[in-house]
């Protein structure tokens, strides 16, 4: 490509010697336009895209200045070499500080030094505009890359801030980002990128915790189709579950769906209070109605044990009547006597006298006896039951435990003996009876089962004692011959719905119920013993209360 230059002067031959000197040279080749003065140099740069621009400063000195100056206003990126008079050297110098590239003195040039300067000039000049144009490109690119981290921190500050946690994943399973929240939720101590979304949380679909490959989540990116459930189950990589309600949407990208979205909340603390309601509801009426019917079985076992005490007493009169006739009748001489005799002796064989007299009073004490147990269990059944019960009030631990023991011997009178041992001396304790009461009975049955577990057979046994603590707690214990816990199990019998037993034999509520009411409901504890193989003995420990007071000190120690 030929370089093409403008060359501005006044004066026809020195321009004709110039641009003969260019076209000498074999090296570069030249298109050359000539112009006269600025007026024609303007028109011409208008119409050419020039490499560079060679001008005269020559005549009349002071014009030359003024020319150059509007030829850099015009075009600011086309190098100016000036060309000076011998005498003008300083004037050269003067143009070059003005804005031109380089200048030459006219009558020292020759084709090689001019093609040089040239040159030189025309990639100085493009350097610098390939420098300018880079620094320019670098603060374009840095200003977006500013604006980027601005808003992908604002991106982060928000994610960071959701109450809820996020995760966003890929195809394969693996977390491309989490916030804080499902930091906090699926793992105490690490961060959740980097990781597979495997190892970190499972879904729980029919009781089953499913791998991330099969799961639903996998699906929303394949299918490109969101899903949410308000009511799910996730395990955590501890094996913790979690009750949460979660979205999980498609990840659109440019190219498609290139992963998926999961936000999700913790929904533990709703639904345990949805639980308590319901228990607490069941708990009121199925009290109520235990209350109902042990107080309709209340006044008929009343007069059945009264009639029987009744028939038990004129029974005896009655015998000691029949004595009495045998006796005057023996006493009687005559033949009429004698037949009576063995008339009444007939009729005692008929009758079968001798067994009634023997049998009946057994009878009789047997009934009353089954009449006062049955009463007994109607009471134990109305004080359990305690119907709407709301607040706290004082209660005789050990007969809430006579209570429960009574209205739950059906459950374990087949799989052990009881032991019981009781401190007499115990203080009252401020606490809610009904849920003391469900609390012992949860732990009675749980001791029943395991045992049941063990095949125990006669040597079944629970323990229930109760004794003072020290002065300001009480502790009743129940412990077991059963199967006994692993530590594995041990860590999980507090969890809602935590069971190792068949459905429909265990819901895996019972302890978690339990620790609730004594834990968080009366600032109490209780712990558990386990030994596998061997027995459990669970330890509930209640603050006394405003019981205390009531109570003289040191009495119980
Ligand atoms: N005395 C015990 N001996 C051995 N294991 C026990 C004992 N008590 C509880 N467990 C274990 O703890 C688990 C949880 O007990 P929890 O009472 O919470 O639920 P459940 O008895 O299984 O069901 P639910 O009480 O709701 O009917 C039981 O499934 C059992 O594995
Ligand atoms: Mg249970």
Redesign the pocket.
Known sequence: MPTRLLLVDPDFDEAARVIALLHRTEIESYVIEHAHGFDDAEALIEENDFDAVLLDLATPVGRGATVLKKLISLAANIPIIVLTQTEDENAGAMAVQAGAQDFLVKSRINGDVLRRVIRYSIDRVRYRQDVDGLAREIAHRKRIADALSDSQNRMMSINDSLFEGVLVFDENGHIALSNRAADRLLSAEEKLPSRDLDAVLRLVLDEHAVAFKAGPFRQVIRDGVGIQDEDALFVRRDGKPIAVAYACVPLLEKDGVQGAILSFRDIGAFKQAQRDALQASKLASVGQLAAGIAHEINTPIQYIGDNLRFLSNAFQSIVGLLKRSEQLLSGIDGEQAEQARSALERAREQADAEYLLENIPEAARQSLEGAGQVARIVLAMKEFSHPGERAKAEVDINRSVENTLAVSRNEWKQWATLEIKLEETLPRVNCLGGEINQVLL??V???A??IE?AGRGADGKIQVATRRLDEDRIEIS?E?N????TEA??E?????F????KIG??????????RDVIVAKHGGRIS?H?TPGV??R?SVILPIGEAEEETPKGDNL
């Not at 059963?482 to 816990?485: A, E, L, S, Y």
């Open positions: 949860n732990l049955i749980n001791a089962h395991a577990e129940i077991d059963g199967v006994g816990m199990v041990i999980q019998i507090f969890d809602p935590f069971t190792t037993k034999k265990g819901t895996g509520q019972g302890l978690s119920i339990c558990v386990s027995g459990t669970f």
